[in-house]
């Protein structure tokens, strides 16, 4: 199976808040795990990824979690800001990151 | 740098029309992705290629042609339109190698009535 599954479709969240993001895979062939940040009218860009020899990894504000044996992964957005509103993919592939298999999207809102 | 191109921003067509959306990207990458995105169903990868006249199929081709001549251009042809083409369209591209970022331009918006 090739699908990655991502919940929730749509999250609100108050400004300074924690935004978390899951998704679920079923292939463990997979070997790299990014998550793409699409701003409305634009094309996905590259936030943060992951190779599951690591159980996290932080970029500023943002923070991927990696299971493994439950084969999932999230993102984390702390101190969650207006301007991160934004759809957020999760995606995975084998072969060097080259055929990616991405999430159903997630809508992100932080009020402010 | 532009990065990666695409044209038309936005294209309407009847059933049954053909249509060439363009890809160009500068950067000198071997790896070309053509996507379409539909709502609430994320990016689904229509071809792909790894070099210049090396095409692949990704997970939904049919209705779609690519050909790829050059490193830099990664055009997607659509023969006979039907409504059911009706989508945002992404070209990305990526450097072989481990670290495979993908950069997406910009999408076309095509619509078939």
């Known amino acids: 199976q090739q699908q990655v599954k991502q919940s929730p479709q749509s999250l609100i969240v108050q400004k300074g808040g924690i935004s978390i993001i899951n998704c679920a895979y079923e292939n463990t062939a997979f070997d790299y795990f990014p998550w793409y940040q699409q701003f409305p009218g634009k094309g996905p860009a590259l936030l943060i990824a992951?190779?599951?020899?690591?159980s996290e990894k932080k970029e500023g504000r943002f923070t991927i979690s990696f299971n493994k044996s439950a084969k999932q992964f999230s993102l984390h957005i702390m101190d969650s800001q207006p301007g991160d509103s934004a759809t957020y993919f999760c995606a995975a592939s084998m072969e060097y990151g080259n055929k990616l298999v991405f999430g159903a999207g997630t809508i992100l809102r932080v009020k402010s | 740098n532009a990065g990666v191109t695409q044209t038309p921003k936005f294209r309407i067509l009847k059933i049954g029309q053909s249509m060439t959306l363009q890809c160009t990207q500068d950067m000198n990458h071997n790896y070309m992705y053509w996507y379409r995105q539909d709502p609430g169903m994320g990016l689904k990868l229509i071809y792909y290629?790894?070099?210049?006249?090396?095409?692949d199929k990704g997970e939904v081709p049919n209705g779609y042609n690519v050909s790829r001549s050059t490193t830099e251009d990664f055009p997607l042809r659509l023969e006979l339109a039907a409504p059911s083409q009706t989508s945002v369209y992404f070209c990305a591209s990526s450097y072989s190698g481990r670290s495979n970022e993908q950069f997406f331009g910009p999408g076309t918006r095509l619509t078939v009535l």
């Open positions: 992951i190779r599951p020899d690591v």
């Open positions: 290629s790894v070099g210049a006249g090396i095409t």
